[in-house]
């Protein structure tokens, strides 16, 4: 792993994250939360950003900051399956 990405790596006056699981959203449900990503929980996409870091032997901000622009494309917008998340920004990488 070359970069621990942390919550102040991520671009906070681009997007906006909640920092507390979103009402209603329990705490981690097991399955539900491998195959989807809540785009504004943080927590979840520093991990879905740290994940594809580590796979793809990725060490910059600069990898960060591609991922998480990449995440919130609008053409990606209604897209919260993790593993289609991955396929499609993986060809992007």
Do not use: C
């Not at 906070?12 to 504004?40: A, F, H, M, V």
């Not at 990898?63 to 917008?77: F, N, Q, T």
């Amino acid at each position: 792993m070359g970069i621990k990405v942390k919550k102040s790596n991520l671009q906070s006056t681009k997007y906006k994250y909640t920092w507390l699981r979103d009402q209603g959203d329990s705490e981690y449900t097991g399955i539900q939360d491998r195959i989807r990503i809540d785009k504004d929980e943080g927590y979840e996409v520093l991990y879905f950003i740290q994940t594809l870091m580590n796979k793809h032997s990725l060490t910059t901000l600069d990898h960060v900051h591609k991922i998480e622009d990449l995440l919130h494309k609008p053409a990606l917008s209604g897209v919260v399956m993790r593993d289609r998340l991955i396929e499609v920004i993986e060809k992007r990488l």
